[in-house]
């Protein structure tokens, strides 16, 4: 199992080279987007400063406290372990839906038919709790 997860909230340890020229230094903030090869490396959505967009959709700088505030992405690039470290797992950032979506990428079709089947047998209890609770009323 790798050391991050998918979706996990991370900074850098050291400064990263973006495709698109210039740098991400050392403490800009990420997400988790993809892993690769169990954890070997990870490709990481890259933020910038806080900005919203003017009139003209140009980015201008703002504080988080604008309601129409958004962290800016300055790139997403190849990280390994060794340059990031976890800020906040996933199960604390995302909802259960994603973690769940996520965890089905990896799985085989035969266990994804088990988890169909369960989650069906969940749904057929759900609905019998709701129809002797509305017969019981």
Known sequence: MSQFQ?????????????DTGGTAPIGSSGAIVEVFNNGEAYMVELFG?????????????????????????????????????????????VGIRAQILALIDELPEATLEEVRDFAEFLK??????????????
Not at 6 to 18: G, V
Not at 60 to 88: A, C, N
Not at 127 to 133: P, T
């Open 6 to 18: 998918l979706f996990d909230s991370i900074k850098l340890k050291e400064p990263i080279a973006l």
């Open 49 to 93: 400063g806080w900005v919203k967009a003017d009139v003209n959709q140009d980015f201008i700088p703002t504080d988080r406290d604008d309601p129409d505030s958004f962290m800016e992405t300055i790139g997403v690039e190849t990280v390994y372990p060794h340059q990031i470290y976890l800020v906040k797992p996933a199960r604390e950032t």
């Open 124 to 137: 057929y209890k759900q609905r019998q709790a709701i129809e002797s609770r509305t017969l019981s009323s």
